[in-house]
């Protein structure tokens, strides 16, 4: 059966009373929905915790990150509960479309999926965009009949060129090789300066895949949470990704020493030939000393010497310039992360309006570290 489309026209609205006019339009090319052709899609839910080689089935696709694995998955489940429903069509003993996402169920904020939480991108694996709509309608039918508010999608590049996204943050991709020269001369001259003057000065890094290293890590991870005005994570968040990918060396943590005291840290996650700075914190006290540029240098050395041909600094908030500029300053190219909410009860992708109010900020901020930890336990799961 051929494909049947609808041509929808947009007309260019004039400013003086709603005037309109047709000679500058857009054609849009829909799948026409009122004649739908059958779905070509064979649909099935799966939980990729206690499915057969899950992970070798997705490393067959081009577009597979750790966030596409069993390993965060189980991360997920097993530190919020949160149920895995990852939406896949099998063809020729590979996959030939996934949408993974989690269905959060929360008292406070109700129930809904997610793809995923706390994950800073996921784009679904597909081969075209007739295939993701497919997939997505099936979600939607899923989700109205378990009842969720809404469906929000984390990183749909070209799927959904015509909505508006509900948030967006910026992402930052260096690409690597194996000359480590190369890459440091690509650095912006005050990245450069930066990591030699933290080496200058004395301050010590250490690639590790410990235990306490990870401990260490979630100590500065309470204080710049603090200074940030937010709880911190659940400790057993962390120690699940410890468990689940850092033991398994599929990431590692890399911590700053200067005169024996651990003044910075970041974690690193990678899978398929890609890399992920997913968490960094630091001492204020200790900030002169440049020491996360060097953290991210040590990094970035290891994937090179590893063969790895991508390192992802991870999403930004818009709001965040020095953060941004901070990423800018690595030779990135830079590019838009679209968010997406879908309103069941409406039908309809809506803006997300959701922040973190001001207030709230400041009074996180002059918590104790101790209630600060019980608030992000409690309220964390809440909010994937």
């Not at 779905?39 to 696709?61: A, E, G, M, R, S």
């Not at 005050?190 to 401990?215: A, C």
């Not at 943590?253 to 990678?270: D, Q, S």
């Amino acid at each position: 059966m051929k494909d049947s489309f609808v041509y929808s026209i947009q007309p260019t609205i004039l400013p003086r009373r709603g005037e309109v006019i047709f000679r500058n339009f857009i054609i849009t090319v829909m799948p026409d929905t009122r004649h739908p052709k059958p779905n070509t899609l064979d649909i099935q839910i799966i939980n990729p915790i206690d499915y057969p080689d899950w992970d070798k089935l997705v490393l067959q696709h081009e577009g597979t990150t750790i966030f596409h694995t069993q390993a965060w998955a189980k991360t997920l489940y097993e530190s919020y509960n949160y149920k895995p429903l990852y939406f896949t069509a099998f063809e020729n003993n590979g996959i030939s479309a996934l949408l993974p996402v989690m269905e959060v169920y929360s008292h406070l904020t109700g129930k809904r999926g997610v793809a995923l939480p706390f994950t800073d991108y996921c784009e679904p694996m597909t081969n075209n965009s007739l295939d993701f709509h497919d997939i997505f309608k099936q979600i939607i039918d899923h989700g109205k009949k378990k009842g969720w508010k809404y469906l929000e999608l984390r990183g749909v590049q070209n799927r959904l060129y015509d909505q508006t996204p509900s948030t967006y943050f910026y992402g930052h991709t260096l690409n690597l090789s194996n000359d480590e020269n190369k890459i440091f001369f690509q650095f912006r001259n005050s990245t450069q300066r930066n990591i030699k003057k933290s080496e200058k000065e004395g301050v010590s890094v250490l690639l590790s895949h410990s235990p306490k290293s990870m401990e260490e890590f979630y100590r500065l991870n309470c204080l710049t949470r603090k200074e940030h005005g937010l709880p911190p994570q659940p400790f057993t968040f962390f120690k699940n990704i410890y468990k689940e990918i850092i033991s398994h060396k599929a990431g590692f943590t890399v911590l700053a020493a200067f005169n024996n005291k651990t003044i910075a840290g970041a974690v690193f996650l990678h899978h398929g030939g890609k890399a992920l700075y997913k968490y960094g914190a630091s001492d204020k006290t200790y900030q002169n000393l440049r020491a996360n540029n060097l953290i991210m240098w040590e990094a970035i050395k290891y994937y090179c010497k590893n063969g790895y041909s991508e390192f992802c600094f991870g999403r930004t908030e818009p709001e965040n310039q020095g953060l941004r500029q901070f990423k800018t300053g690595w030779g990135t190219k830079e590019h838009i992360i679209n968010y997406y909410k879908y309103d069941l009860q409406m039908n309809a992708f809506v803006k997300d309006n959701q922040t973190i109010k001001p207030l709230y900020n400041k009074i996180f901020s002059t918590m104790p570290i101790p209630l600060l930890k019980a608030a992000g336990t409690l309220l964390y799961k809440h909010m994937g």
